[in-house]
């Protein structure tokens, strides 16, 4: 399952997606950035620029962290 966020309002968007092609879709139609993100761990998954298109994530971000 997946959850949309907008970046510039600090907003989870209140639906959560089956597919990630569903959560892309409904991305495209709010018009602003968003990042998809899976529900369980919040891994970011894709990002959605009205500007840039979709950017998919190759690595998962949550690794990045410090321990």
């Known amino acids: 399952m997946y959850s ?3 970046v510039n309002f600090r907003y ?3 639906a959560t997606f089956h597919t ?3 959560a892309i879709k409904v991305a495209k139609y709010i018009g602003f ?3 998809i993100q899976t529900f ?3 891994a970011i998954v894709a990002v959605v620029s009205p500007l ?3 950017s998919y994530m190759t690595f ?3 690794n ?3 321990p």
Do not use: K
């Open 52 to 54: 840039s298109g979709v």
């Open 33 to 35: 950035e968003c990042v």
């Open 64 to 66: 990045l962290r410090e």
């Open 20 to 22: 990630l092609e569903d």
């Open 40 to 42: 369980d761990d919040a």
């Open 60 to 62: 998962n971000i949550n």
């Open 4 to 6: 949309i966020f907008l």
């Open 12 to 14: 989870t968007y209140g």
